[in-house]
């Protein structure tokens, strides 16, 4: 069974930085876009980054976050530079995944990770 699990969130300064992986497993295929989407608590969530034929970021973040992925270890990265109070969220991964579950591309989530940045 595929499975998206986020690691790397936790508390950290204004100013400071954090790096989030998401790592897939499971009978893979392969993996097409992956995303990262963030939830602040009271407020939709909403998409930070992509990374598939192209990258993209939210303009909030942009100059500010990396997103990068190891294709040979299923891991997606967001380096989290310059963090402010309003990054404060919970950061889901999702990825467009073709596996033994199911051959044709299907949306996969991520439990999340808190991030909190507060001094």
């Known amino acids: 069974q595929v499975q998206l699990v986020e690691s790397g969130g936790g508390l950290v300064q204004p100013g400071g930085s954090l790096r989030l992986s998401c790592a897939a497993s499971?009978?893979?295929?392969?993996?097409?876009?992956m995303c990262w989407y963030r939830q602040a608590p009271g407020k939709e969530r909403e998409l930070v980054a992509c990374?598939?034929?192209?990258?993209s970021y939210a303009d909030s973040v942009k100059g500010r976050f990396t997103i990068s992925r190891d294709n040979a270890k299923n891991t997606m990265y967001l380096q989290m530079n310059s963090l402010k109070p309003e990054d404060t969220a919970v950061y889901y991964c999702?990825?467009?995944?073709?596996?033994?579950?199911?051959?044709?591309?299907?949306?996969?989530w991520g439990q999340g990770t808190q991030v909190i940045v507060s001094s």
């Open positions: 499971g009978s893979i295929f392969s993996i097409n876009a």
């Open positions: 999702t990825a467009q995944i073709s596996s033994a579950d199911s051959f044709y591309l299907k949306n996969y």
């Open positions: 990374i598939g034929d192209i990258t």
